[in-house]
Structures are given as C-alpha cells and as structure tokens.
C-alpha cells in the first residue's frame, strides 16, 4: 500500500478485556515496529521485526502483551486483560531495511481502557 | 538508555533560528530526527550515519558527532508550518534497526 494502515484507530474497551491491534507494513518494508505513546509523552519501544529473523521482544512491558507478524506482512499487537495503565496511542512503523532507512509511521490506534 | 533532547520546549516568532540538541550516554550508529504534528503520526526528516556528518531538508539540517554521541538539528529562518514536536532517535551498533526515542522537543512558531 502507499502507506502504513492501522486498524482500529480508535478503541474503547473495558477493563479486564482484551484487544488485537492489526498493522499493515508498506508493501516491501522488511523491517516493522511497534511504539507505545502515552498523552504527551515520547515514543516507547515495544517490539521490533526483521525478515525471518527473531523479533526483538525487549520493549514489551509486560507478559500481557504479545505481536505477531506474519512473513514480511501483517502484524498484530494483541494485550491480555487490559489495565487503564494501557491506555495510549500505539503506534506501528515500518522501513525498507533494518539499518539505514527512516520509518514511516501509521496513524495509530488510540486505545482507551475504562 | 534513552537519549536526552534539550530544551524541552522552544517559542520562536517566525523567521528565527533554533537548535535542538539529542544527547546519549551509549554509542550511536545512526540518529534519526521526527517531526510529530498534534493529533498525527511522526514524519521522518533525516537520518545521520557518520560522525561529523550533518544533512539538510529545506531549512532543517541536522550534525552529528560521533563522538561525543550527540546530534544536533537546525531550523533557520522558521517558518509557521515548524511547529511541533521534534524527536531524535538513537541506534546504537549493536541494535540493528531499532530506535530509542528521545521524549520530545515541542517548538511553537508564532506570526
């Protein structure tokens, strides 16, 4: 596609419940990542994928939260038993490479957890 | 770990100059450099691979010391359409690919 697609952008969900995020990587993009924005806050590492390499799990703050990606495609950012703590803009970005190309951004899904 | 950006929020009037300065206590590969609207997605600006290198994009151009781990962005004569939140991103070199964002440097152009 011409650009990165995020799926929802908006979700409301209750507490305890829980929520698949999909993004959709510009077509070619090998590399795609996933950021966690709280209200006015800087970009938070989550979860990082290269290729058929194994992705880079370091980010994701809790066992609540898991990605998937599938070959050089879709990913999806599942949270278990959401907490009101999870509510952010989750942000997915994808590069035509690992190194030495900038990202380019989706919209983002705002999720909010009551 | 996370890269330090200083000042953490800039007024300028229209036609002024401003640095924003991204500091990391780790050796860098790579630094990037966002623009982030209110309400959007961030727009990358550049990307800076070698010490000492320094890039443009229109009036913004941005340095890089290897060295010392800093990168520093300019916006000369600034114009409205500057406003937002800027942000480094640092790779180190054993990191392949993946940025650390810095927490923002919001500037607001004023008429």
């Known amino acids: 596609g011409a650009g990165v697609s995020q799926s929802p952008s908006n979700k409301v969900t209750e507490k305890g419940k829980d929520v698949e995020l999909r993004c959709d990587p510009i077509?070619?993009?090998?590399?795609l990542y996933w950021y966690r924005q709280r209200l006015g806050q800087g970009l938070e590492f989550l979860i990082y994928f290269q290729g058929n390499s194994a992705p880079d799990k370091s980010g994701l703050p809790s066992d609540r939260f898991s990605a998937e990606r599938t070959g050089e495609s879709v990913s999806t950012l599942t949270i278990q038993r959401t907490q009101q703590e999870d509510s952010a803009v989750y942000l997915c970005?994808?590069?035509?490479?690992?190194?030495?190309?900038?990202?380019?951004f989706g919209s983002g899904t705002r999720l909010t957890v009551v | 770990q996370q890269p330090v950006q200083s000042p953490q929020a800039v007024i300028l009037r229209e036609g002024e100059d401003a640095v924003i300065n991204c500091s990391s206590s780790?050796?860098?590969?790579?630094v990037h450099w966002y623009r982030q609207k209110h309400g959007e997605a961030p727009v990358f600006l550049m990307i800076l691979l070698k010490g000492g290198e320094q890039k443009g994009h229109e009036k913004i151009s941005a340095s890089f010391n290897e060295k010392k781990q800093q990168s520093s962005l300019y916006l000369t004569a600034s114009q409205l359409s500057y406003s937002g939140t800027y942000f480094c991103g640092t790779e180190s070199p054993s990191n392949t690919g993946k940025l650390i964002f810095g927490q923002g440097t919001t500037l607001q152009v004023k008429p």
């Open positions: 780790k050796a860098l590969y790579s």
């Open positions: 970005a994808s590069s035509a490479r690992a190194r030495n190309y900038g990202y380019t």
């Open positions: 077509s070619g993009h090998t590399a």
